[in-house]
């Protein structure tokens, strides 16, 4: 009795997992997927200098961050992404990681090192998802910056020095981002 009961759920899955496969195959090799395949892979050569070994950790997490996309994002809940956008973020972004790693290190070297720590809150103006997400986890490329929480519309800021530009950086870095999404954030009263 166990044996035939446990062949029908196996076959019943089976049948499910048909139809489930086949939508992760097709959605896997989409225009969109593969064009994220062949963009994430570029970013993973250049970060890792094209150490051959390392796309043995690479590959596999490149794979699944794609396949995740692809099977999580339908077409009504997709974000829709400006080439344009990204294009002009992507050397944005290793432009401030280069800032942001020169400003630590001569921090590091300064006797005085030159600080004055402090805390701000910052009202988001981009609304809730991946353009949120990238925008807060951007944060952490600005020189001296982190972000520490996010609560509702506002995230805290941990800044090295509270004498910089924080705010007119962190609202240029949301127009940024707003960018490779196509949204123009809320403009919201910030000090």
Avoid: C
Avoid at 27 to 32: D, L, M
Wanted: no cysteine; hydrophobic share 50%.
């Amino acid at each position: 009795m166990k044996v035939r009961r446990r062949s029908a759920i196996l076959a019943a899955m089976e049948t499910m997992h048909d139809s489930t496969l086949q939508r992760h195959i097709h959605s896997f090799f989409s225009t969109r997927s593969l064009i994220r395949l062949a963009m994430l892979a570029g970013v993973w050569l250049v970060m890792t200098e094209g150490i051959g070994g390392s796309w043995l950790v690479g590959l596999p997490v490149i794979i699944l961050v794609v396949m995740f996309l692809s099977d999580e994002q339908t077409d009504d809940n997709r974000p829709s992404i400006s080439m344009a956008g990204a294009a002009a973020y992507l050397p944005f972004f290793l432009r401030q990681s280069v800032r942001s790693g020169f400003d630590v290190a001569l921090r590091a070297f300064r006797p005085d090192m030159g600080l004055q720590p402090g805390l701000l809150s910052y009202p988001l103006g981009l609304p809730e998802g991946p353009a949120r997400h990238l925008f807060v986890n951007s944060i952490t490329l600005m020189p001296g910056t982190l972000s520490v929480l996010v609560q509702g519309d506002t995230v805290l800021v941990h800044a090295l020095d509270e004498r910089m530009p924080v705010r007119l950086e962190l609202a240029r870095l949301e127009t940024r981002v707003g960018a490779v999404f196509g949204i123009k954030p809320a403009v919201t009263e910030r000090d």
